[in-house]
């Protein structure tokens, strides 16, 4: 179901971009499960995360270019 919505979106906007990393970075000491959601906006570059979740603050000083911000800092500045 998930996909068939993403598959939608791209063919609209043509800005999906599927991804599944080949390296795993382990970044996220307080709660590995949630390294998965690091993982491939940092294999693409990503410029943001979009997390309230306090565990991806690790990426802050981790040398790799995704920030984190919450969406409601995100959504006045950049759309």
């Known amino acids: 179901m998930v996909w068939r919505f993403l598959e939608g979106i791209s063919r609209l906007h043509n800005n999906v971009l599927y991804v599944e990393p080949h390296f795993r970075f382990r970044l996220i000491a307080a709660d590995p499960d949630d390294d998965k959601f690091a993982d491939c906006p940092i294999a693409v570059e990503a410029d943001f995360i979009l997390t309230s979740d306090r565990h991806f603050d690790a990426l802050h000083s981790s040398g790799y270019k995704p920030r984190p911000i919450e ?5 006045p500045n950049h759309l």
């Not at 969406?71 to 959504?75: C, L, R």
């Open 71 to 75: 969406p409601n800092q995100f959504i």
